[in-house]
């Protein structure tokens, strides 16, 4: 029997650490007080509740009191500074699991508590006691809500159902904090899933792009091979392998784009002219025919790398999805307001209906409609990736007329270098 209950009761304490530690309210030192169990926003709320208790209980002192397998931890306290004490010096702990509030006039003349050190004087003098458990929509105690006096007294029935509504919402302040810290947990493991999925992406990419590089090297060779007959089937056979070979170099380049984003950022001043320059170079001069592109003179700051892959993403849609026996119209422009700087580029081109706005700046999402150039749906993810790198957003709408403007808000001092 004694073994049985000496498993259970390491059990029960396996389930109360656990518990505790999901909720945050396990100290990280032994040496610390209470508002290293709770946030700031959660340690403001409790102190105005246990001063709420205090003030309507009409006592001096209350605190609410987190019981571990070991200690008794105040997590905010009325009247005194919040400590720590061991679990069997708490007199919360001899009652909290009883599942109902307890009321004592006075806790010298209580046999479960005369010999407490709380009340013999060892440590303090208490002799009014009274505390509401404070367990959470599970049916798990966490400790109590307890207010107390040096001198003897009694509260009314209405007073002891305030004391219980003021701990359930002390409970909810902990199940809050209890949420915010499963939120961050999980965006903390999803942080950690896309750098590796961006490393491998990244690593794929690489390895695959050299052998390719052979492979389109000897395509080439052999289209200049003069024992190939132009019009036979070999060169129509190497036309083909050569064309899927650089779409697939293509990809590659877009995917090894998008994985090496959001690395260590180097923020300066950025003229946008030269960035635009530097761009439309980039795309080589397949870009540009019947096309007007205008770009006012201003500046930015974004890391000037990431501002080039960004807008070369971004007259590339432009060029790829313009509007067929239309010249194309390209403007580039910034707006500042007090939230920072918002780089537009607005074209006249295919649009995107505003249902797709939203899908289209995922990874891997196309369209697929009639006439579109061929890509691998990476474009506008990288773009959004670079522009929450530094710490902007990114977001589709209409061109007046007709068309596709992009703004990237590039917020106000620019990204710290250890974005």
Do not use: W
Not at 266 to 289: H, I, M
Not at 339 to 364: F, S, Y
């Amino acid at each position: 029997m004694a073994q049985a209950d000496g498993l259970s009761r390491v059990s029960a304490d396996r389930e109360r650490r656990s518990v505790l530690g999901e909720y945050g309210l396990l100290p990280q030192d032994p040496e610390a007080s209470s508002g290293d169990s709770t946030n700031a926003s959660a340690a403001r709320a409790l102190n105005f509740l246990v001063d709420l208790a205090a003030e309507l209980c009409g006592v001096p002192f209350s605190a609410v009191n987190i019981v571990t397998t070991e200690q008794q931890v105040q997590l905010a306290a009325a009247g005194l500074e919040p400590g720590l004490c061991a679990r069997e010096d708490s007199m919360c702990a001899k009652v909290f699991q009883q599942g109902q509030t307890t009321v004592v006039p006075d806790a010298s003349a209580d046999p479960r508590f005369a010999a407490n050190p709380f009340v013999t004087g060892e440590i303090a003098r208490v002799r009014f006691y009274a505390s509401s458990p404070l367990q959470t929509s599970s049916g798990f105690v966490l400790g109590s809500l307890c207010v107390f006096s040096d001198t003897p007294a009694t509260i009314s029935a209405e007073q002891i159902a305030m004391l219980d509504v003021l701990a359930a919402q002390v409970v909810e302040v902990l199940e809050l904090q209890h949420r915010t810290l499963q939120l961050q947990q999980a965006l903390e493991e999803l942080g950690r899933s896309n750098r590796k999925l961006a490393e491998f992406a990244g690593r794929v990419s690489h390895d695959l792009r050299i052998p390719l590089t052979t492979i389109l090297g000897y395509v080439e060779l052999s289209e200049d091979d003069e024992d190939i007959r132009p019009d036979g089937p070999a060169a129509i056979y190497l036309q083909r392998i050569g064309g899927s070979g650089r779409r697939m170099l293509s990809m590659l380049n877009e995917v090894l784009s998008y994985s090496q984003v959001g690395g260590m950022l180097r923020p300066r001043r950025v003229s946008l002219q030269a960035a635009v320059s530097a761009a439309v170079s980039d795309l080589g001069e397949g870009f540009g025919g019947n096309t007007d592109l205008t770009c006012e003179d201003a500046e930015l700051t974004a890391d000037p790398a990431q501002l080039r892959t960004l807008l070369q993403n971004l007259l590339g849609n432009a060029f790829n999805y313009r509007r067929p026996g239309q010249d194309l119209n390209v403007r580039v422009y910034t707006l500042a307001d007090d939230r920072g700087v918002t780089l537009r580029v607005a074209d006249n081109g295919k649009g995107i209906g505003a249902a797709d706005r939203e899908r289209v700046l995922e990874p891997l999402v196309r369209l697929h409609r009639p006439g579109d150039a061929p890509g691998s749906g990476l474009g506008l993810a990288t773009c959004v990736r670079i522009v929450q790198s530094h710490g902007g957003e990114l977001s589709l709408t209409e061109t007046p007329g007709g068309g596709t403007t992009v703004s990237a808000l590039f917020p106000e001092g620019g990204p710290d270098e250890s974005a």
